[in-house]
């Protein structure tokens, strides 16, 4: 029977802090095949906790090394593909024919399209803003400035404003 107790948190496989451990059944036998743990709060907690700092850092990566990510990632798989495959086969009863010919290349197809969706995202964009400004000179005591602000290259993201302003002043 397999041991699966352990979780993968922050980098390395720790036991659960809370013992709450349930046997998996393998479905085309039913029987037993592994042990798994459920966790608890405290698990989770230090779970979210260590993907929160995880994202620090990884928000800010750049395009270059995400993508050297995913595809070490499908290389991985590739090389792992039977282990997949009969992890998949164990957990869901199907043949090994299937898992291996079929469900484990969902996995990998997944992998593939965010390398293709990551290669063709545009993360940052120029915006060109346009800032019209008119002065007309009222009378001797106020002045009124029209101006209008666009951006010229994203003219759906808001709206041209234009605004009248009279100022007052005392040119003595």
Known sequence: MLDKKKFYINGEWVSSKKTNDI????PSTEEECAVISLGGVEDVNNAVSAATKAFETWAFSSK???LKYLEALYNLYKKRWAD??????LEMGAPIDFSTQLQAGTGASHI???IKVL?????????????????????QKCLRINYTLELANEPNLFKSNSC???WLYNDS
């Open 84 to 89: 997949m495959a009969k992890a998949i086969s």
């Open 64 to 66: 270059e090394e995400r």
């Open 23 to 26: 046997k998996v059944i393998d």
């Open 112 to 114: 593939k399209s965010y």
């Open 164 to 166: 009248n302003c009279c």
């Open 119 to 139: 290669k063709e995202y545009t993360f940052e964009k120029i915006l060109v803003i346009m800032l019209l400004i008119t002065i007309f000179y009222m009378n």
